[in-house]
């Protein structure tokens, strides 16, 4: 059960969060947030996350605001 408001997500505070998801990817249903990219140059806003599969490591980049898609990511490991 997600304790925060996901619509206030922050990118810089994402690193190592937990996420489910709500129709498992792949098999995979649990995911670690396991890099916050960092843009060229570094003033930029941060657009994308690396997320790494809990079940067998396997790593997918995605926008960190697609995060906030409830019909499609739950925050913790449901």
């Known amino acids: 059960m997600p ?3 996901q ?13 489910t998801a709500v129709k498992p990817i792949n098999k995979r ?3 670690l947030v396991s890099k916050v990219i ?3 140059p570094p003033e930029m806003p941060i657009e ?6 809990v ?3 396997s790593v997918q980049i ?5 995060l906030k898609a409830t019909g499609v990511w739950l925050q913790g490991w449901v």
């Open 3 to 5: 304790s925060k408001n």
């Open 7 to 19: 619509n206030s997500l922050n990118p810089k505070k994402l690193l190592l969060t937990k996420w």
């Open 29 to 31: 249903k649990h995911f």
């Open 38 to 40: 960092i843009p060229e």
């Open 48 to 53: 994308f996350i690396e997320l790494e599969a």
């Open 55 to 57: 079940f067998d490591k």
């Open 62 to 66: 995605i926008p960190w605001r697609d």
